[in-house]
């Protein structure tokens, strides 16, 4: 069985974020314990999964994503991945749809290379500070949101993109508090706006196994909509990463996000398992 690790949201190896890829040739999924398994045995924030549906439905493949912990509702870097693999193994051509569990997903290739995915726009809600939050994050929340059952984050904007270049937080000390479902996503606007980018951040998720996510595609579902208000704009460009970076090119539609990106097969080997 073969298994890929694609970088994700880059267009050169060794940045964005690593994804591993299975697809099989099957129309069902393994066990669900084995899947995790493998997961777990790949250690990357998300390995994908994906199967073959039978044509003439409203998807083309079914998708799930496991951490090396557990199973998430919503990924962005790996169904990049998995779109990737997909047109370049020539297993699909044009518009991909997935059904997942956050429902069905699209993906479409791009003149330049890059893959548009089409994801549901994460609602924002405001919400008090945590308490323990500015401590355990290690700098003071400027504004805080919360996407509540969408993608479960707490959206910290802070003062600057230094501010969340510099990060170092305590991972036990947000993993054990209960500040969000999923994590936090860190933000602030780039100091030049005008720039390559409008906004950075970076995602901590200890409470499911990811210290550090460093292209997070879901997260974007929830930054488009909160910097498309402050800048007035529906198509920006965010920065997300501490050691590893990536681009995601945004565009907000109402209840839709797309999310564009380039990736990049790194390892294709075979699963013996």
Request: charged share 20%; with cysteine; proline share 8%.
């Amino acid at each position: 069985m073969r298994i890929r690790i694609v970088d994700a949201f880059t267009d050169r190896p060794f940045s964005g974020n690593p994804a591993g890829v299975v697809l099989f040739d099957s129309e069902s999924f393994p066990a669900d314990d084995w899947l995790q398994r493998v997961a777990a045995e790949v250690n990357l924030s998300e390995t994908a999964f994906a199967h073959p549906l039978p044509p003439g439905g409203e998807a083309d493949w079914a998708l799930r994503w496991f951490t090396p912990a557990t199973e998430v509702d919503m990924c962005g870097h790996a169904t990049l991945a998995t779109a990737h693999v997909l047109h370049r193994t020539g297993a699909a051509t044009g518009t991909v749809r997935f059904t997942a569990r956050c429902g069905v997903l699209t993906a479409t290739p791009e003149p330049d290379g890059a893959i548009t995915l089409d994801f549901p726009t994460s609602p924002l809600t405001p919400a008090p500070t945590p308490e323990g939050l500015a401590g355990a994050l290690g700098a003071e929340p400027v504004a805080v949101h919360d996407t509540a059952a969408a993608i479960g984050d707490l959206l910290v904007e802070l003062a600057d993109e230094t501010t969340v270049r510099e990060l170092a937080p305590d991972l036990a000390a947000l993993a054990a508090a209960p500040l969000s479902a999923r994590g936090i996503i860190a933000t602030a606007a780039a100091d030049d706006p005008d720039g390559a980018y409008q906004f950075v951040s970076r995602c901590f998720f200890p409470a499911i196994g990811i210290d550090e996510d460093p292209v997070t595609g879901s997260a974007h579902t929830a930054l488009a909509p909160h910097w498309s208000a402050r800048f007035g704009r529906e198509d920006l460009t965010g920065l997300q990463g501490g050691a590893r970076t990536g681009l995601v090119r945004t565009r907000l539609r109402g209840p839709r996000t797309l999310l564009t990106g380039h990736a990049v097969t790194v390892v294709d080997g075979e699963l013996h398992a």
